[in-house]
């Protein structure tokens, strides 16, 4: 019998499962907050390694904390900047307090996750010249700060069939899941902590990241997101270099997407590049094939030239459906489980 990759997210969707941030929010365990950096990590690994504790606090709570800590000294993602952000400092991704770019019931992700509550922050830890947002992910200053209560209120409200609104005309219109992403919503790890700590109700929570994370984040998303929703771009560090200004890109992604597919459930995104699919998508596609059973894909063919594209030979055209077919064969090829 096949396994469907995403049971335990459709559990969670019809409510026959709890969204692991409730179950966060439910586990005490014995800490004082006040404890050094380093004693907390050890509560809280210890915890997440399957050591039952009573207490007074719970673990999101102690996550909220390490993520505060964080912020003092940022490493939240691998640009590692080390600056104190909660003193006002800003590093590369140039996020201060999170905003909020727009945030929408989304209908045109994957078949799977929709109607998504799509919350977008603004700002990003890459620089990829065709960015496809970047008028949100190069203006991290750009949309609205608005306070974590405020923001559950709000996501409850999606999430709730509104039947008055419908005028019994057409089916309530209501989110399946929280999608939060960018930009990336990387920078913004405390704030939706914060925000879940405020919210009670049984949605799936998806992490939808170009996965440049430190694995001190990734512990902390652990038992909060219920569903990996990742970028895989490229498939070797020089394109990753010349097209987002990342480096180590490779030997990062790979270890996060192993480190998610442990935590979670996933979905692997990859935007097929013109002119990139023997140095990128097949590469990509085969070390998915190779190290992410179980994970499901999205061969994605709707690139277009934005923002920096045209300065790029190689990606200053649209897709050609003939590339976007090769791209579908090298996928079917490999035996991955498509979306939709
Ligand atoms: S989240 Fe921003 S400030 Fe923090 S390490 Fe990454 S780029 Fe630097």
Not at 65 to 75: G, N, P, T, Y
Not at 197 to 226: A, K
Not at 281 to 296: H, Q
Not at 325 to 340: N, P, T
Request: glycine content about 6%.
């Amino acid at each position: 019998m096949v396994c469907d990759p995403l049971s335990r997210y459709w559990k969670v969707v019809e409510g026959k499962a709890e969204a692991r941030y409730l179950i966060a929010k439910r586990t005490q365990i014995e800490v004082d907050l006040h404890s050094d950096t380093g004693t907390l990590w050890k509560v809280h690994d210890r915890q997440r390694n399957g050591d039952s504790q009573q207490g007074s606090v719970s673990l999101l709570e102690l996550k909220v904390e390490l993520a505060r800590r964080m912020l003092e000294d940022c490493v939240l993602c691998e640009r590692t900047c080390h600056v104190n952000r909660a003193s006002g400092m800003i590093g590369h991704c140039g996020v201060l307090d999170a905003s909020i770019s727009s945030e929408f019931l989304h209908t045109g992700e994957e078949p799977e996750l929709v109607p998504s509550h799509t919350i977008f922050f603004s700002g990003c830890t890459f620089d990829c010249v065709y960015c496809q947002n970047h008028d949100i992910s190069t203006n991290p200053e750009s949309g609205l700060q608005i306070s974590p209560e405020r923001l559950s209120n709000i996501i409850v409200r999606r999430a709730r069939a509104n039947e008055e609104e419908c005028h019994g005309t057409f089916e309530p219109y209501i989110s399946r899941n929280v999608n939060w992403v960018g930009g990336d919503p990387t920078s913004n790890l405390l704030f939706i902590l914060k925000t879940l700590s405020q919210c009670e109700i049984n949605l799936p929570q998806i992490w939808n990241s170009n996965m440049y994370l430190t694995d001190m984040t990734l512990r902390l998303l652990d038992g909060v997101i219920d569903l990996y929703l990742t970028d895989f771009k490229y498939g070797n560090d020089e394109c990753a270099k010349r097209l987002s200004k990342i480096d180590r890109y490779v030997e990062i992604i790979r270890r996060n997407h192993l480190i998610a597919k442990r935590q979670a459930e996933v979905i692997v995104r990859h935007l097929v590049l013109p002119s990139h699919l023997e140095c990128c998508t097949r590469p990509v596609l085969t070390w998915i094939a190779d190290n992410l059973e179980g994970a499901k894909v999205n061969v994605m063919g709707q690139y277009r030239p934005a923002h920096n594209a045209g300065s790029h030979n190689d990606i200053s055209r649209p897709l050609s459906a003939s590339e976007y077919a090769s791209a579908l064969r090298i996928a079917e090829d490999l035996g991955l489980d498509l979306v939709g």
